[in-house]
């Protein structure tokens, strides 16, 4: 892979664009052989120059009508194909991307995975859910309906939104701008979580302010916090850290559980 980065990092640079690396890159990442970002000794490592291949993919390929059956579109990008070999349920008109990887023992409903995204084994991406590029969700997770994970493409380097093993993401959550959600957390419906929102644990008696990442096995819902400006105080969302997934509840098998003690709408 060495050789290969060399020569996406020379193109991307400005020099002419290595047609036959960018293409090997989307192959590599299509198959699984690559990854965007990936867990090393236990934190989270951007593989930068994979991303430059996925914007020169964009810079230099070119405008194509495909069908599938009755399905017509015109795009840069073909769908995946060799689902049954792969052991990927789709359920039309689920859609995913070439160059997104998702591992066998998946199901798409009427969903989106986007280019560069990957997909763990066992994970649900239900009905209207939608994987944005580049983004990364683990195994065992489900994306309820509705939920928008967001596409991180630039800068480079920037991290991708990350969903890590286990974690259950109720109806129309929004998770977007690289955030971290850590192994088994449960997003209540309609979380949204960016950047810069204010993931604040309120179980102890003093709160604890996270932006960026959801702790590991959190339960999280949405909430409001009061600010100041000049023309009065107004309420802001943030998000509410309101218990952790117990030992008892923490098979996904359990979720259900986890869900009742915790009186969360999904």
């Not at 591992?103 to 409903?109: A, D, K, R, S, T």
């Not at 286990?166 to 209540?188: M, N, P, Q, T, Y």
């Amino acid at each position: 892979m060495k050789e290969l980065q060399e020569r996406i990092e020379a193109s991307f640079e400005g020099g002419e664009v290595d047609v036959a690396a960018v293409e090997a890159v989307i192959s590599a990442l299509d198959q699984g052989q690559l990854r965007v970002a990936e867990k090393v000794d236990g934190e989270w490592v951007v593989h930068g120059w994979v991303k430059q291949a996925i914007l020169l993919y964009f810079r230099t390929a070119s405008m194509n009508p495909g069908s599938y059956g009755d399905y017509a579109y015109y795009d840069k990008i073909p769908l995946k194909t060799d689902l049954v070999r792969q052991n990927v349920r789709v359920v039309p008109p689920g859609t995913i991307r070439y160059g997104a990887h998702v591992e066998p023992g998946c199901v798409i409903m009427p969903g989106y995975v986007n280019i560069g995204a990957y997909v763990g084994a066992g994970s649900m991406v239900d009905t209207w859910a939608t994987v944005g590029s580049c983004a990364q969700i683990g195994r065992g997770v489900h994306l309820s309906g509705g939920v928008g994970i967001g596409g991180v493409l630039e800068p480079p380097g920037a991290r991708p939104v990350i969903i890590e093993d286990g974690c259950f993401i109720g109806s129309r959550c929004i998770v977007v701008e690289g955030v971290l959600v850590e192994e088994r957390a449960v997003l209540g419906a309609g979380v949204t979580i960016t950047a810069s929102t204010p993931i604040i644990d309120v179980t102890g008696e003093e709160e604890v302010v996270y932006k960026g990442r959801v702790p590991a096995h959190s339960v999280v819902v949405p909430g409001v916090r009061p600010k100041s400006f000049p023309a009065g105080e107004y309420h802001l969302p943030c998000a509410l850290i309101i218990g952790k997934r117990s030992a008892k509840t923490d098979d996904k098998t359990s979720l259900n559980s986890v869900l009742r003690e915790f009186a969360l709408a999904v």
